[in-house]
C-alpha cells in the first residue's frame, strides 16, 4: 500500500489555520541551499534540482524494489527554510528586502533512504538531466524538535500577519521563539492555484 503523507501524517503537514505545539522528529530530506530573491527566474532552478533527483530516488527503488524495508510512497512537499545574510541582520530595520534571503529547500525522504543511496541516485540523475544546481543537493539528517506551528492561508506576502499570532500563541505558552528563521512547507503549487488559496504551513523552533 502507498504511504500518503497527506492521510498518515496530517499533524505534520496538515494543521489548522490556527497556532500549535509540535515536537518533529529527525527526517532524512534532500537539500540545496541559496541565496537571493524567491521571486527571481534562477530560483526556480534550485526547484527543478531538488525534485529531479526525488523522482530519480522514487521511480528507480519503485521498479527495483530491492531496498531493505522498502514501500511506495507520494513524494514529500517542497519545504524551505528562510532566514536573511548577516550583513542584512546587522543593517535590518524592519524593512524586509528578499535579495537578502537566504534559504535551504528541501524535500523530505522515507526512513529507507540512505546516504549510500541518495549518492547512486544523485549519480543517475546527474548523467540524464542537465539542471543547474544538481550537483549541489545533499542528503541530511534533520530534527525540527519543538516548533509553533499553523496553516497559512493566502500570500507569501502576508505571512507575516499568521507570524504575528503563532508569535503570540508561544508567549502565551511561556515559550521563546529561538530565532527569525523559519520553516515553510509548499502544499499548493503556486503556478496553478490561486494567491487567496495558496496553502503553507508555517514552522519556527521554540524553547
Given at each position: 500500500m502507498k504511504h500518503e503523507w497527506r492521510k498518515e501524517e496530517k499533524s505534520t503537514y496538515l494543521?489548522?489555520?490556527?497556532?500549535?505545539?509540535?515536537?518533529?522528529?529527525?527526517?532524512?530530506?534532500?537539500?540545496?541551499?541559496?541565496?537571493?530573491?524567491p521571486n527571481s527566474e534562477s530560483f526556480g532552478d534550485y526547484i527543478a534540482a531538488l525534485y529531479a533527483i526525488a523522482y530519480t530516488i522514487k521511480m528507480i527503488l519503485k521498479k527495483e524494489k530491492s531496498v531493505k524495508d522498502y514501500y511506495d510512497y507520494t513524494v514529500y512537499p517542497l519545504e524551505g527554510v528562510w532566514d536573511i545574510n548577516e550583513k542584512a541582520k546587522k543593517e535590518y530595520e524592519g524593512i524586509l528586502n528578499k535579495d537578502d534571503l537566504v534559504f535551504k529547500l528541501m524535500i523530505r525522504q522515507p526512513a529507507f533512504i540512505t546516504k549510500s543511496?541518495?549518492?547512486?541516485?544523485?549519480?543517475?540523475?546527474?548523467?540524464?538531466?542537465?539542471?543547474?544546481?544538481?550537483?549541489?543537493?545533499?542528503?541530511?539528517?534533520?530534527?525540527?524538535?519543538?516548533?509553533?506551528?499553523?496553516?497559512?492561508?493566502?500570500?507569501?506576502?502576508?505571512?507575516p500577519i499568521s507570524f504575528a499570532k503563532m508569535e503570540e500563541f508561544?508567549?502565551?505558552?511561556?515559550?521563546?521563539?529561538?530565532?527569525?528563521?523559519?520553516?515553510?512547507?509548499?502544499?499548493?503549487?503556486?503556478?496553478?492555484?490561486?494567491?487567496?488559496?495558496?496553502?503553507?504551513?508555517?514552522?519556527?523552533?521554540?524553547?
Open positions: 494543521p489548522k489555520n490556527k497556532p500549535e505545539i509540535i515536537k518533529v522528529p529527525e527526517y532524512n530530506f534532500i537539500t540545496i541551499n541559496g541565496e537571493g530573491n543511496i541518495f549518492d547512486k541516485m544523485k549519480i543517475i540523475a546527474t548523467a540524464k538531466k542537465k539542471i543547474p544546481h544538481l550537483a549541489e543537493v545533499q542528503f541530511e539528517k534533520i530534527t525540527d524538535g519543538k516548533c509553533v506551528q499553523m496553516m497559512h492561508l493566502g500570500s507569501y506576502d502576508n505571512e508561544a508567549i502565551e505558552h511561556n515559550l521563546r521563539r529561538l530565532s527569525k528563521s523559519h520553516r515553510e512547507i509548499y502544499l499548493s503549487d503556486f503556478r496553478k492555484v490561486a494567491v487567496e488559496k495558496l496553502k503553507t504551513v508555517l514552522r519556527f523552533n521554540v524553547k
